[in-house]
């Protein structure tokens, strides 16, 4: 799973599989799998357009863009 940043709307998303489409006019075709950060709803996007609107986000930008993760005691 990668974080990736929409580059006109700047929401944060999860990019969680690889998937192919299996409908006849586009058999075959692979494509993205996402959610938005915060929301449990499913996309999904053709794999080339979704890395033309899509940008990944550095490791280091992470706690910045969602937060620290809570230690565990």
């Given at each position: 799973m990668a974080l990736f940043r929409n580059k006109k709307?700047?929401?944060?998303?999860?990019?969680?599989?690889?998937?192919?489409?299996?409908?006849?006019?586009q058999d075959d075709q692979e494509?993205?799998?996402?959610?938005?950060?915060?929301?449990?709803?499913?996309?999904?996007?053709?794999?080339?357009?979704?890395?033309?609107?899509?940008?990944?986000?550095?490791?280091?930008?992470?706690?910045?863009?969602?937060?620290?993760?809570?230690?565990?005691?």
């Amino acid at each position: 799973m990668a974080l990736f940043r929409n580059k006109k709307n700047g929401n944060i998303y999860f990019a969680l599989d690889n998937v192919t489409n299996a409908t006849n006019a586009q058999d075959d075709q692979e494509m993205i799998l996402y959610r938005p950060v915060k929301s449990e709803r499913l996309f999904c996007r053709e794999r080339d357009e979704f890395h033309q609107k899509f940008e990944s986000v550095k490791a280091d930008d992470i706690v910045k863009l969602l937060g620290p993760v809570g230690q565990e005691i």
